[in-house]
């Protein structure tokens, strides 16, 4: 069973403003495949801090999974993929090129998300968007693939080469 983190960023939410609503629809989704929330963080668009909980998260509490909410967007304090990026050893942009694919069926909207996906050495992170809405989209959009990922990344499978149901090649 993989471990996941889940960290919104809201400014709002962390003074008590405004109910993360992100959080219940991520942890709904995750649990349904099998994965389980060991830690959640509410805290302010604050560039440092994001990578201070990211960091923490991967490092010493070792989850496998960390989803963001939250701070993708165009506003000034929307800082998470450059948080994200300051913290990753390794890029997954396919991951984020995905959501925003399957999104823009839905809003071309989609286009404006600056999320980014990658790796800090076995710790996989997602940045989802912070409306409930689009996080259920984009979230439903990849977690069957994040299981193989996963698999990879932490060695509970070496086989890179299975094809799944739709025949893709990696």
């Known amino acids: 069973m ?4 889940i960290l919104t960023m809201s400014d709002k939410g962390s003074r008590g403003e405004r109910e993360d609503l992100s959080k219940k629809v991520i942890e709904e989704i995750v649990i ?4 389980k929330v060991v830690v959640y963080r509410l805290i302010p668009d604050d560039f440092e801090r994001i990578k201070k909980e990211l960091i923490e998260m991967a490092d010493e509490l070792k989850v496998d ?3 963001t909410s939250g701070g993708t967007g165009f506003s000034m304090r929307d800082v998470t993929p450059e948080a994200t990026k300051a913290v990753m050893t390794r890029d997954v942009p396919g991951i984020s090129e995905a959501m925003r694919a399957s999104s823009m069926e839905v809003t071309r909207r989609a286009m404006l998300s600056r999320a980014a996906s990658g790796l800090r050495n ?5 940045n989802l968007p912070g ?3 689009a996080c259920r989209e984009n979230l439903n959009s990849i977690i069957d693939q994040l299981k193989h990922g996963l698999d990879i990344l932490t060695g ?3 086989d890179c080469a299975a094809p799944d149901k739709h025949h893709e090649q990696h």
Do not use: F, M
Not at 2 to 5: I, K, N, T
């Open 2 to 5: 993989y471990q996941v983190g």
């Open 32 to 35: 349904e495949h099998g994965y």
């Open 65 to 67: 999974l960390i989803l």
């Open 122 to 126: 076995s710790t996989l992170i997602i």
């Open 131 to 133: 409306s409930p809405k």
């Open 156 to 158: 509970r499978s070496g």
